[in-house]
């Protein structure tokens, strides 16, 4: 749902390794859903998206997971580079084809 | 595809001036786009949604007077920020909607700054 933060988690990994981001969404309804990369200055890059009658769809080098039990969902980049590092956001499409985003996460990649 | 640009990239402004934001979708029709604004370290906040001949639906929160949507074509929409003040600093974002699809592709952003 909507999300304010003063600040963005980060999460720190080591190039070459794989990198999990989660996100938490608010409304039940919501049937579609999107992973965006945000590098500094920049608007917002589609990663790979998900509809609610599944649970797992996988790209080039990342899957993403859908728990609806849980309203959770993930993003799962393989075998990380330091191109990834950006701010990733998760976006929910509810009622009016509007986007909810969350709060991001900065994934910082260690060479 | 699914190019969408904005223009300008950047904008320097003393208060009180009215700054205007151009989104295009350079590949597609867009019969639906989206403005943004995004504050440092922050989440994309919705300011309002445009569809092509109508007027903008506005979220809760925002002056439709002080932040005026334009929706000429399906490929342009303009934002005017009227009578900026320094607290309107921000990354302004739009994006653009294929007609039939629910995917948004977005801008690079617009950067305003008012001194």
């Known amino acids: 749902g909507e999300s304010v933060g003063l600040h963005l988690p980060t999460l720190s990994v080591q190039e070459g390794d794989n990198s999990i981001i989660n996100c938490a969404y608010s409304?039940?309804?919501?049937?579609?859903f999107i992973w965006y990369k945000q590098e500094s200055g920049k608007g917002p890059q589609f990663i790979i998206d998900?509809?609610?009658?599944?649970d797992k769809r996988q790209g080039q080098r990342v899957t993403v997971l859908l728990n609806k039990t849980v309203k959770h969902l993930s993003l799962q980049i393989a075998a990380t580079q330091p191109g990834d590092s950006a701010v990733y956001f998760c976006?929910?499409?509810?009622?009016?084809?509007?986007?909810?985003f969350g709060g991001g996460t900065r994934l910082m990649v260690k060479p | 595809g699914a190019v969408v640009s904005q223009h300008p990239s950047w904008v320097i402004c003393k208060s009180g001036t009215s700054v205007k934001i151009e989104c295009r979708s350079l590949?597609?029709?867009?019969?639906?786009m989206f403005w943004y604004r995004q504050f440092p370290k922050q989440s994309l906040m919705l300011m309002a949604t445009?569809?092509?001949?109508?007027?903008?639906?506005?979220e809760q929160g925002v002056e439709k007077d002080k932040f005026l949507i334009n929706h000429a074509s399906l490929t342009l929409s303009t934002l005017t920020v009227t009578s900026a003040h320094p607290e309107d600093s921000s990354f302004y974002i739009c994006?653009?909607?294929?007609?039939?699809?629910?995917?948004?592709?977005f801008g690079p952003g617009t950067r305003l700054l008012v001194l």
């Open positions: 409304n039940s309804a919501s049937d579609y």
């Open positions: 590949d597609f029709q867009a019969t639906t």
């Open positions: 976006a929910e499409n509810n009622a009016g084809n509007m986007l909810t």
């Open positions: 445009s569809n092509e001949g109508s007027k903008a639906t506005y």
């Open positions: 998900i509809r609610s009658n599944m």
């Open positions: 994006s653009a909607e294929l007609a039939g699809q629910e995917t948004q592709y």
